[in-house]
């Protein structure tokens, strides 16, 4: 009868063993030997932790382990991040000296800024919020004796002296001092950047931020909380890999070129205004601040910081931990995505499907010996657990003498017994067929046929050599084989399809037999599938790693290092790298990829090292994430232009009047009306709704290519209405006049980009549009909003040639973002397929 694994750690060849459940039993003061689990040692062996009164002295004197664990931004952090900043300071200085010199209508902008302020904090504790709690959620919860009990808790509840189980993928979490090894070995890459894992010993330091590779283990506490220097080195190193976004510099950028223009032509336009109007210092004061303010692009970091942190809401209700909001980002640009199959593409489970002795060995006898073999692991891996699960009930009172564990490098596992009336003990491996056997055995034709099928085999084997022999291999007798069946995730085949026709191209990267690998590649859809590599015999220089990488895609018996190597050689062609995993044999891959995403029901190591850990441990979650980060690039791409063109045309307004030694045209209340209308609140719906366009880069070079020319266009195109207008009114009242008729001309200028950004059009688009231009409209017909705004049309003569030039400039407009996008393409410079670039809109 098939046997069901019933959770999914690791298998041989998949991800390292991993998950809390499986570590040590309850300690009692009697426990003794156990001849079938030798990590249970006597008491005398074994610290049996604090006791509760201990633990209460040393919380009482501060000896807590207080080391923030990785989180998103403190609530201070957020409050000064969203309120200090340059602009803000400049914005701020300009709205203390308005009240001085205008009336409170040419405050507005200032208050404009507040609730913009006002809201980004809101939403960005919104995603605080939501973070910490799906961070408690993933925490990992080191398991610790004390009072001869052993129970997971936090990692802020551990104490000085307390003593801390290991497991194959742990995190020693604290500083301290081994007080028990079974062939433990540890990883220190994430601290001393060694790749190789190190044998501990009882008496070994450890430090935090490193990870257990094999074996098992348990310390005590050294150092806890800031006293620890290598748990600060460790806190460092769970964000050594903080994502590098295009967004976030090219805004840096953006704001650095803006500050540049922005300062020589300020003082220009202050120098022009006192001389021109000497004899109303107020006003020309007021005008000067009005053509100051708009050339700040004071909401685009504000929209920014919403869209991510409504981004991370959003993921957060589908179980998506978000550790660094740009990571959202990165995965919409990603290119190349590698899996491991095993809790990626397959569920966690597995099933024995059949067992096939070989040579004759008697099947009871087999049973017996794979129910010893099992029941020698304390902490088996999934395919352990399936074998244990299906011959558990067969185990024989064998006395265990040696047990070795399961390594991702070597591909198999071991133990030794000496069984009722024998003299010698026997030696017995179980793993991976064609790694136990020589090249030529005849049990791998018959293996090869069940390798075919998608189906795991395990070879049990019978050897002559020491488990601790380098070559304990050699020799092996072959005694039966474990045939294990997978089950894929039903949503897997979606997925894959989804990745394949954004021309994301999918990687099966798995320490599996290679054509089992491809068959369960195959049997999901994936293209090249059926064309297989060994990872050993992949070559080791990085150019020539990589041309194989290009042509092919599904690679099996792949080693932890070699995962590392890969996605490096991926990256040296110009890819930008995803990486998914869960055990303990993807972290140095996970480390190194452009975006790490973990499984919530991995290993402590690799939710340390992942951007992204998906709680509900489904693949099927990515497309969401891709889906997220287009949104945030499109939208943010579109609303920068809104902002920048407005900046450009502040630019030259204020260059023009003072190379002219003319009266700025507007007031402050002038542009905040405009803003508010072209910019803000347009803005804001935009920067929010959904956008499936696929991710480009450049993104200052997009923005840019548009907002240039844009805004040239509509300063231009105000100048001339203002200087027509100049020499057309004439009176007391003539500068209000000039004033709202170039007003009108900016409007509709202004409402023409909005247009051609918000494109493509859906009905709420055009109701944002049509509403923005309504609400102008209502200015202009209301008296007490025209008195308000000082806005009057005066004859029909002008504004009709306002109108006339925002006509002309709205034409000039649209040819120039169809010129500028068949001859300056952003992506001229980037690595997008074609098609990539022309597509339609998917849905995810």
Not at 268 to 276: A, T
Not at 452 to 473: F, I, K, N, S, Y
Not at 610 to 619: E, G, K
Not at 721 to 734: E, F, I, K
Request: glycine share 8%.
């Amino acid at each position: 009868m098939t046997q069901r694994a019933k959770s999914d750690t690791d298998g041989l060849g998949g991800p390292e063993p991993h998950g809390r459940g499986s570590h040590g039993p309850t300690i009692d003061a009697g426990t003794e030997l156990d001849p079938v689990h030798p990590m249970k040692l006597p008491r005398s062996a074994r610290h049996s932790g604090l006791t509760t009164a201990e633990v209460a002295e040393h919380v009482a004197r501060g000896e807590v382990n207080d080391v923030p664990v990785r989180s998103s931004r403190s609530t201070a952090e957020i409050v000064r991040a969203n309120v200090f900043t340059r602009f803000n300071a400049i914005i701020g200085v300009l709205w203390a000296i308005t009240f001085f010199v205008a009336p409170i209508q040419d405050t507005l902008f200032g208050f404009v800024i507040i609730a913009n302020t006002g809201i980004g904090i809101v939403q960005e504790m919104r995603a605080k919020r939501t973070l910490d709690g799906l961070a408690v959620i993933g925490e990992a919860k080191p398991t610790v004796r004390r009072d001869g009990v052993a129970a997971e808790i936090s990692t802020t509840e551990i104490v000085l002296g307390d003593v801390i189980e290991l497991g194959p993928g742990d995190k020693v979490v604290v500083d301290g001092e081994l007080t028990e090894a079974e062939r433990l070995e540890i990883d220190e890459s994430l601290l001393t950047g060694e790749a190789d894992p190190v044998l501990k010993r009882p008496g070994d330091p450890v430090m935090s931020g490193s990870f257990v590779v094999v074996g098992g283990g348990a310390f005590q506490a050294t150092k806890v909380g800031r006293e620890a220097y290598a748990a600060q080195l460790a806190e460092e190193a769970s964000r050594f890999t903080l994502v590098d976004s295009e967004l976030r510099n090219g805004i840096s950028t953006i704001l650095k070129y803006v500050t540049w223009m922005m300062i020589p032509t300020a003082i220009g336009l202050i120098i022009s205004q006192l001389v021109v109007k000497q004899s109303d210092f107020k006003n020309s004061l007021a005008r000067t601040i009005g053509g100051i303010v708009p050339m700040i692009p004071e909401g685009l970091v504000l929209l920014t910081s919403i869209a991510f942190a409504i981004g991370v809401i959003r993921l957060a209700r589908q179980h998506c931990l978000v550790q660094e909001l740009p990571a959202i980002e990165g995965l919409a640009r990603v290119d190349v995505v590698c899996l491991d199959k095993t809790g990626t593409l397959t569920e966690g489970g597995m099933d024995v499907r059949e067992l096939r002795p070989l040579g004759g060995a008697d099947e009871t006898y087999v049973r017996k010996v794979l129910g010893a073999v099992g029941a020698s692991d304390p902490r088996p891996n999934a395919s352990l657990r399936a074998v244990i699960d299906a011959y558990g009930g067969d185990r024989p009172d064998w006395r265990v003498t040696g047990a070795l564990p399961f390594s991702s490098v070597r591909k198999y596992s071991g133990a030794a017994f000496v069984e009722p009336g024998a003299a010698d003990e026997s030696r017995w491996l179980l793993g991976a067929p064609d790694v136990l056997l020589p090249a030529g055995d005849p049990a791998l034709k018959e293996i090869d046929h069940l390798n075919e099928q998608g189906l795991r085999v395990l070879l049990l084997a019978r050897v002559t050599r020491d488990l601790d022999d380098p070559d304990a291999a050699a020799g092996a007798r072959a005694t039966a084989l474990v045939v294990l069946e997978q089950r894929l995730r039903p949503d897997a085949a979606d997925t894959l399809a989804y990745f394949a026709r954004q021309d994301v191209a999918a990687k099966v990267i798995s320490g599996d037999n290679a054509v089992s690998v491809g068959a369960v590649a195959n049997k999901l859809g994936l293209a090249g599938a059926e064309h297989t590599v060994d990872a050993r015999e992949l070559p080791a220089e990085r150019e020539k790693m990589a041309e194989v990488l290009e042509s092919a895609t599904v690679f099996g018996r792949v080693t932890p290092q070699q995962k590392r190597d890969m996605v490096g050689a991926l990256q040296s062609r110009g890819h930008t790298v995803a990486m998914t995993g869960d055990g303990v044999n993807d972290v140095l891959a996970l480390k190194d990829a452009d975006i790490g995403v973990s499984m919530g029901s991995g290993s402590e190591a690799t939710r340390a090292v992942a951007q992204i850990v998906l709680l509900n441990n489904s693949f099927a979650t990515l497309p969401s994430v891709v889906a997220e980060g287009r949104r945030v690039i499109g939208n943010i791409t579109r609303v920068a232009t809104l902002f920048l063109t407005k900046t450009v045309y502040s630019v030259l307004l204020a260059i023009l009047v003072a190379c002219f030694q003319v009266e700025y045209p507007f007031l402050p209340r002038h542009l905040t009306l405009l803003s508010t209308l072209t910019i803000g609140i347009p803005a804001f719906f935009l920067a929010l709704a959904p956008n499936r366009e696929r991710a480009q880069p450049n993104f200052v070079r997009r923005v840019m290519r548009y907002s240039i020319p844009s805004g040239i266009i509509a300063g231009i195109a105000t100048f001339v209405t203002y200087m027509l207008a100049r020499s057309y009114y004439v009176g007391a009242d003539a500068l209000t006049a000039e004033t709202s008729a170039a007003t009108l001309t900016l409007f509709l200028v202004s409402m023409w980009v909005l247009a051609i950004v918000a494109r493509p059009y859906t009905w709420w688009r055009y109701v944002l549009v049509v509403a923005m231009a309504l609400a102008f409209l209502v200015v202009l017909a209301v008296p007490s909003l025209q008195h308000f705004f000082a806005l009057r049309l005066v004859g029909a003569t002008m504004p009709w040639t306002a109108v006339g030039v925002a006509v002309v400039a709205s034409v000039a407009v649209e040819f120039c973002w169809r010129w500028v996008g068949r001859h300056f393409p952003a992506n001229a410079k980037g690595f997008l397929p074609k098609r990539a670039q022309t597509a339609p809109e998917e849905s995810p």
